[in-house]
């Protein structure tokens, strides 16, 4: 089942923040962030595992609450270069790729 | 590290011709590669895993005679869409993880073939 990302879309002005929220009705084992450029492979962010886990740097975070059906992700003070599609995906079992959200539409204006 | 090459990275190709996609991973061994794919505007979805070695394991709704995985070696798995057709035009991407619990280990994707058939 796809993991549900909201909001779709989001136009910031540089300097502003954003959260990006990614949420599963099943607990997840683990929760993956990516960013997608236009035309470009998505780059790996980060991964989440543990309830409760917060994780990334000061401008980019994300956290996993205590349930593991809900992961966020941060970022702070944005640059143009945060602009792209945000995925969450989520880990399957054993040896299966990800499912991933619909994405989030992120645009940085100056 | 963690380099993973896609080739070629756009084709085009009469309807009828069947295409082969490489991917590479380049400084680390593969066991397991995954094959996404990708319409304009929306999200990444799983085609197929490749196991080095042995048959790949396909979604629901993809046809795997359509969709040929071979995974010859730990750094090689390719993708050969058969008789391609107008509505197979799209944005297919592949991944690797390196050895480990899947599930905690970041994907490295390629960069992508876009595939437009005419």
């Known amino acids: 089942q796809q993991p549900v990302q909201s909001p779709q879309a989001v136009i910031l002005r540089e300097g502003e923040d954003a959260v990006i929220n990614c949420s599963s009705s099943?607990?997840?084992?683990?929760v993956h962030w990516y960013r997608q450029k236009h035309g470009e492979a998505p780059v790996f962010l980060m991964i989440?595992?543990?309830?409760?886990e917060q994780k990334g740097h000061e401008k980019i975070s994300a956290s996993f609450n205590e349930k593991k059906q809900q992961s966020s992700l941060y970022l702070t003070a944005s640059q143009l270069s945060y602009s792209g599609t945000y995925f969450c995906?989520?880990?399957?079992?054993?040896?299966?790729?990800?499912?991933f959200g619909k994405g989030t539409h992120l645009i940085i204006q100056p | 590290g963690a380099v993973v090459s896609q080739h070629p990275s756009w084709v085009i190709c009469k309807s009828g011709t069947s295409v082969k996609i490489e991917c590479r991973s380049l400084?680390?061994?593969?066991?397991?590669m995954f094959w996404y794919r990708q319409f304009p505007k929306q999200s990444l979805m799983l085609m197929a895993t490749?196991?080095?070695?042995?048959?790949?394991?396909?979604e629901q709704g993809v046809e795997k005679d359509k969709f040929l995985i071979n995974h010859a070696s730990l750094t090689l798995s390719t993708l050969t869409v058969t008789s391609a057709h107008p509505e197979d035009s799209s944005f297919y991407i592949c991944?690797?993880?390196?050895?480990?619990?899947?599930?905690?280990?970041?994907?490295?994707f390629g960069d992508g073939t876009r595939l437009s058939i005419l």
């Open positions: 991944s690797a993880s390196g050895t480990g619990d899947l599930r905690n280990q970041p994907q490295h």
């Open positions: 099943k607990a997840l084992y683990s």
């Open positions: 989440l595992l543990k309830g409760g």
């Open positions: 995906g989520k880990g399957g079992g054993g040896a299966d790729g990800l499912t």
């Open positions: 400084d680390f061994q593969a066991t397991t």
């Open positions: 490749s196991n080095e070695g042995s048959k790949a394991t396909y």
